[in-house]
T-cell receptor, first 115, second 117 residues
Framework: AQKVTQAQTEISVVEKEDVTLDCVYE???????LFWYKQPPSGELVFLIR??????QNEISGRYSWNFQKSTSSFNFTITASQVVDSAVYFC????????????FGTGTRLKVLA | DTGVSQDPRHKITKRGQNVTFRCDPI?????LYWYRQTLGQGPEFLTY????????KSRLLSDRFSAERPKGSFSTLEIQRTEQGDSAMYLC???????????????FGPGTRLTVT
């Protein structure tokens, strides 16, 4: 069965600190997609990144970076120099590619960035 | 793109009543998904449409739930004889299926928050 684990329920940091959100997944598929979404207090899920299981290159987008390690089944997300606007719940998700591409989400990590 | 829209944003209903939610996906998106999110949890998959065909339903979708996507455009999710356990945020998402059958990321609507009293 497929599963996504986000062990950190809540993290609090002071503005300008770096923070890493952990994501560990389980799947028997050799091909799959991994995603990160942000859910601000308004509630709408905002897409951040998609990663194909064949592409283990790390990615950086501004203050955001992602570390995908297939050997440890992890897809961690780092925010550098955090800002108050980064405060939100962040979800990691795994997509099956058996036809529907439905998502299996983790339980989310609530990030609080304090001024 | 105007994004995925959902209506209503909030619904309060009494136990036993029927409710219907609407989702308008991004216009060229042929894949449409419904998810349910309860407090403190990640969204859980409910059902999937490819164009107008409903191709997968989760075991979470009891026979009190029904979804449609007539003409492959907007979709509706109906809950009959609501129960307090149905209280949740109902999220709709859409994505594009490529010619090769692959899929891009899903874009989510703002959700409909249902409260059953």
């Amino acid at each position: 069965a497929q599963k996504v684990t986000q062990a950190q329920t809540e993290i609090s940091v002071v503005e300008k600190e770096d923070v890493t959100l952990d994501c560990v997944y389980e799947t028997r598929d050799t091909t799959y997609y991994l995603f990160w979404y942000k859910q601000p207090p308004s509630g709408e899920l905002v897409f951040l990144i998609r990663r194909n299981s064949f592409d283990e290159q790390n990615e950086i987008s501004g203050r955001y970076s992602w570390n995908f390690q297939k050997s440890t089944s992890s897809f961690n997300f780092t925010i550098t120099a955090s800002q108050v606007v980064d405060s939100a719940v962040y979800f990691c998700a795994l997509s099956d590619i058996s036809g529907t591409y439905k998502y299996i989400f983790g339980t989310g990590t609530r990030l609080k960035v304090l001024a | 793109d105007t994004g995925v829209s959902q209506d209503p944003r909030h619904k309060i209903t009494k136990r036993g009543q029927n409710v219907t939610f609407r989702c308008d996906p991004i216009s060229e998106h042929n894949r449409l998904y419904w998810y349910r999110q309860t407090l403190g949890q990640g969204p859980e998959f409910l059902t999937y449409f490819q164009n107008e065909a409903q191709l997968e339903k989760s075991r979470l979708l009891s026979d009190r739930f029904s979804a449609e996507r007539p003409k492959g455009s907007f979709s509706t999710l109906e809950i009959q004889r609501t129960e307090q356990g149905d209280s949740a945020m109902y999220l709709c998402a859409s994505s594009v299926m490529t010619l090769g059958g692959d899929s891009y990321e899903q874009y989510f609507g703002p959700g409909t928050r249902l409260t059953v009293t």
